[in-house]
């Protein structure tokens, strides 16, 4: 299987809140958990972010705000998300729920890897199988963990 950013995307679906299930994290967000990310489409070129969680062992609920840019020279799923300017790292839209239920954010060398839900839980198949094709794609599936959402 094939690791590459999907072709078509509704903006507007996706618009809203997500929860992070599980990840491979960045080293930004290594010790993150209940992560959730809200997004709003601003100008037809980007998503304006609102990521707030909760650093290992603290209580005190935090957030920062990003950017995610596309292209319309390329596929939908090929994103680019800016924390610092003017920096912008590869965030790949590599599986998209057809009723945007959930989406599976990775990235061109398979580094790191997102699987987030509009809901704090996800059905055990669906996540075995999602972890599954992901490891086909290319990433190391052995580092993922979990963000610990209690539903």
Known sequence: MENKPISNID????????????????????????????YTLKDDDHFDVLTTYHKEGNPEEKSITSKLFFDEEKPDGDMKAQFLWPFKIGYWIIELADDY???????????????MTREPKMEADL?????????????????????????
Not at 16 to 25: M, V
Request: glycine share 4%; net charge negative.
């Open 11 to 38: 903006l507007k679906a996706f618009e809203g809140k997500w929860y992070s299930l599980y990840s491979i994290p960045t080293l930004m967000d290594k010790n993150w958990k209940q992560t959730t990310e809200t």
């Open 127 to 151: 996540l075995v199988d999602i972890i599954e094709r992901c490891r086909e794609k290319g990433y190391d599936v052995s580092e993922l963990v979990s963000q610990e959402h209690f539903s």
């Open 101 to 115: 239920s959930y989406v599976v954010v990775g990235h061109p060398d398979e580094k790191y890897l997102f699987i």
